[in-house]
């Protein structure tokens, strides 16, 4: 199969979707599935888009993902470091680390995602997670929960 690019960030045959429907915290985000897995490869290709101001959701799962930065600029938390990215970097994100994209150029951030077909949920911080992250003066003023 091809998924012909449609012009701006979309493909052909490919419905933009809310980042996510269970009720989490995040601002202006959406989700387009560009390959669900199959012919023997177990991963989903996701592109996500971060509206100008936005930010996805804080969280950590047991399994890794990596991304890929394709559109504008930004920041990301993984673990208790803060790091700027921009067009071509790539993110590593290990399992069971706390992370979060924002959007704060002034500018959409636009990526892709590989993760696992079979993965578990992802988990939020509760308050003794949320006190631990703060302990760190900066990570307390990016992340958005």
């Known amino acids: 199969m091809i998924r012909h690019h ?5 493909w052909d045959g490919v419905d ?15 989700r387009q599935t560009l390959f669900k897995g199959g012919h023997d490869l177990g991963v ?4 996500f888009e971060i509206g100008e101001g936005g930010h996805s959701t804080l969280e950590r799962h047991l399994h890794a993902h990596v991304v890929m930065i394709i559109q504008g600029s930004g920041e990301v938390l993984v673990g208790d470091e803060i790091t700027s990215i921009g067009m071509y970097d790539l993110v590593q994100i290990p399992p069971f680390t706390w992370h979060q994209f924002r959007a704060t150029t ?3 951030l ?5 993760v696992n077909t079979e993965r578990d949920r992802p988990q939020r911080p509760g308050e003794p997670e949320l006190e ?14």
Not at 22 to 28: A, L, P, Q, V, Y
Not at 44 to 47: A, I, K, P
């Open 110 to 114: 636009g990526f892709l995602c590989i």
């Open 132 to 145: 631990e992250l703060r302990q760190e003066p900066a990570v307390g003023e990016f992340i958005r929960h």
């Open 44 to 47: 989903e290709f996701r592109y």
């Open 16 to 30: 933009v979707h809310p980042y996510k429907e269970d009720g989490t915290h995040f601002k202006s985000i959406t």
């Open 6 to 10: 449609s012009g701006g960030y979309r």
């Open 106 to 108: 002034g500018e959409p």
